[in-house]
T-cell receptor, first 111, second 116 residues
Framework: TQLLEQSPQFLSIQEGENLTVYCNSSSVFSSLQWYRQEPGEGPVLLVTVVTGGEVKKLKRLTFQFGDARKDSSLHITAAQPGDTGLYLC???????????FGKGTKLSVKP | EAGVAQSPRYKIIEKRQSVAFWCNPI?????LYWYQQILGQGPKLLIQ????????DSQLPKDRFSAERLKGVDSTLKIQPAKLEDSAVYLC??????????????FGPGTRLTVT
């Protein structure tokens, strides 16, 4: 069974701080996606990483896929209150590319 | 482009009652997914449709859950009878089918079910 472990589970920081969220597995994934989910809404895709070692930047967010395609990280620079939400990583596995989600990291950025 | 639509947004029922959720995917998306998201956890896939055929329902509790996607567009998910542990947000997602590594999924807002 493929599992994704996210850490930390909760994170509360002040505006302007930097943070990193981790997503780890013992399984290899063909790709890995990061989503952000706000209360009362469905997850919204932020990025997909496919190649081992790949780094993608989305404004203040930097995503990295591990060389072995078993882990990923999300780094946020100078966090803002608008970054508050649940961050989910999801790995694509199986013949149908079905997504397996981690439990998420709940981020709170205080002004 | 309209997103994935779901209704109702909220539902409260008593245990042993039945409930149904509706999903309308993005136009042209052949693949439709139903997920269950229990509070504090990530979404768990219940069933995947490709057009109107079931691709994966290995995690669907078939003794009480059923789903259909008639005509390969809208879909309904039913629970009968409901149990307390079914309290969760039920998310519908859709995607175009790619030939590559991954399928970008677009999620609806979800239906929050509370079973009392």
């Amino acid at each position: 069974t493929q599992l994704l472990e996210q850490s930390p589970q909760f994170l509360s920081i002040q505006e302007g701080e930097n943070l990193t969220v981790y997503c780890n597995s013992s399984s290899v994934f063909s790709s890995l996606q990061w989503y952000r989910q706000e209360p009362g809404e469905g997850p919204v895709l932020l990025v997909t990483v496919v190649t081992g070692g790949e780094v993608k930047k989305l404004k203040r967010l930097t995503f990295q896929f591990g060389d072995a395609r078993k882990d990923s990280s999300l780094h946020i620079t100078a966090a803002q209150p608008g970054d508050t939400g649940l961050y989910l990583c999801a790995g694509a596995g199986g013949s149908q590319g079905n997504l397996i989600f981690g439990k998420g990291t709940k981020l709170s950025v205080k002004p | 482009e309209a997103g994935v639509a779901q209704s109702p947004r909220y539902k409260i029922i008593e245990k042993r009652q039945s409930v149904a959720f509706w999903c309308n995917p993005i136009s042209g998306h052949a693949t439709l997914y139903w997920y269950q998201q229990i509070l504090g956890q990530g979404p768990k896939l219940l069933i995947q449709f490709q057009n109107n055929g079931v691709v994966d329902d290995s995690q669907l509790p078939k003794d009480r859950f059923s789903a259909e996607r008639l005509k390969g567009v809208d879909s309904t998910l039913k629970i009968q009878p409901a149990k307390l542990e079914d309290s969760a947000v039920y998310l519908c997602a859709s995607s175009l089918v790619f030939g590559g590594h991954y399928y970008e999924q677009y999620f609806g807002p979800g239906t929050r079910l509370t079973v009392t």
